[in-house]
């Protein structure tokens, strides 16, 4: 089992920077894909950005490209969301994700970060 505890989610103004932690512990996800996801009132919850182990190859929603930033710590268990440029429509609970399998398989429980304009 891991757990994955998110932070570092709150309120910004549109035009502002957050960077969202993702801490993981009773296991390594130092060889697995990780990634970010986010839900927004209303709507399904949505794919945000990922990358593999290494940290080498990275993957981003359109949406994000360009202003979001993901990277990992695996020395330290940790995943991070590195948000700029942050628009309105960025509002919404982000979700950190571990794929141990096929499929994500271990999410957090989600931060908070709303966007005013």
């Known amino acids: 089992q891991v757990q994955l505890v998110e932070s570092g989610g709150g309120l910004v103004q549109a035009g502002g920077s957050l960077r969202l932690s993702c801490a993981a512990s009773?296991?390594?996800?130092?060889?697995?894909?990780m990634g970010w996801f986010r839900q927004a009132p209303g709507k399904e919850r949505e794919f945000v950005a990922t990358?593999?182990?290494?940290?080498?190859?990275?993957v981003y929603a359109d949406s994000v490209k360009g202003r979001f930033t993901i990277s990992r710590d695996n020395t330290k268990n940790m995943v991070f969301l590195q948000m700029n440029s942050l628009k309105p429509e960025d509002t919404a609970v982000y979700y950190c994700?571990?794929?141990?399998?096929?499929?994500?398989?271990?999410w957090g429980q989600g931060t908070q970060v709303t966007v005013s304009s």
């Open positions: 990358l593999s182990w290494s940290g080498s190859t990275t």
């Open positions: 994700a571990a794929k141990y399998s096929t499929d994500y398989n271990y």
């Open positions: 009773g296991r390594s996800i130092s060889n697995i894909r």
